[in-house]
């Protein structure tokens, strides 16, 4: 005979992973990060500032649940001095990313069409959805032939314990103002209305992706409609759409950078340093994420 078990001792265990899953996030960012040198504070000693754009792209800092990722502050701020030393000839931007948060991704693409110094992009492993918007702000795309990159698109998504919570005999007491201000709650069944104003949202996104990716790339909105399946594509299937402009990697684009600025060039790394407190900070708004409070829109 089958028995439920009791609700504490499932809550327990998830807990329990969570709490576990910290500690190994922290002790493997922390190994990885001392593996790629993300101790290292920028120096001025290079005439090419190499700005690393690597993991998921937030507004706010991922903490200690996420293993890797860039916020558009710390982009922003790399961006800006590099711009502002006057011995850098040009950025290259250095994407290995799966994309993130619309909003990091305007804030970081508006940022480069402010600067007077050529921004190239090189995307490596992936360089998709809001990582491919950035890089369609810069002056050249370079991207391997078997990088992944394009996915324009966006995804809404959240959990639902609806179900659980009847199970359970858990009551969901619901005093609202308006029908649709709870809308995305994870503990009551979205009705046809709530559907309906989330996927409006979500159109509504992908029609700023869009236009973005046609004024940048300088494409017409109905090609980049027809290429915005939502699907990646390799880099040589996005050279051959008009979503990059060079196969090759960060080398080549340092060559390209040889020939346009008719100068030898010397790479700089600009990096945050990262410290042991921040891989094991753990912040309200990651409990609020974990415990799946609200809806999720990301360019992923």
């Known amino acids: 005979m089958n028995k439920k078990k009791p609700l504490f001792i499932i809550l327990g265990i998830i807990g329990g992973f969570w709490i576990i899953s910290i500690i190994l996030a922290a002790i493997f960012g922390l190994i990885y990060s001392f593996g790629n040198g993300s101790f ?13 754009m690597h993991g998921a792209i937030y507004v706010n800092e991922p903490g200690s649940l996420s293993m890797d990722g860039v916020t558009s502050d710390q982009i922003i701020d790399q961006l800006e001095k590099a711009s502002n030393d006057p011995g ?30 050529p921004v190239i992009s090189v995307i490596r492993d992936s360089g998709a959805s809001a990582a491919y918007w ?38 969901y007491q619901r005093y609202v103002s308006g029908d649709l201000k709870d809308m995305g709650s994870a503990f009551k069944k979205p009705s046809s209305k709530d559907k309906e104003v989330f996927q409006k949202i979500i159109n509504k996104m992908n029609d700023f992706f869009i236009k973005e990716v046609a004024t940048n790339r300088n494409m017409s909105v109905t090609k980049v409609r027809k290429l ?23 080398s080549d684009a340092v060559k390209y950078l040889e020939i346009k600025l008719n100068s030898s060039i010397t790479p700089v790394i600009f990096k945050e340093k990262k410290t042991l407190s921040s891989l094991f900070e753990l912040r309200t708004d990651e409990i609020g994420k974990f415990i ?3 809806p999720s829109f990301e360019f992923k």
């Open 228 to 250: 915005a399946t939502g699907e990646v594509y390799l880099g040589i299937d996005a050279k051959a759409n008009g979503l990059i402009d060079e196969l090759g990697t960060r």
């Open 134 to 171: 950035i890089a369609t702000s810069t002056d050249k795309i370079f991207a391997n032939r078997m990088s992944l990159t394009g996915s324009i698109g966006v995804v809404g998504s959240y959990l639902d314990f609806s179900d659980f919570i009847t199970e359970y005999n858990v009551s």
């Open 40 to 52: 290292n504070l920028a120096s001025s000693s290079g005439n090419v500032a190499i700005i690393p």
């Open 88 to 117: 850098v000839k040009a950025i290259i931007l250095d994407i290995n990313s799966p994309g993130g948060s619309g909003v990091a991704a305007d804030e970081i693409s508006q940022k480069i069409k402010t600067l007077e110094i």
């Open 292 to 294: 799946n409070s609200g």
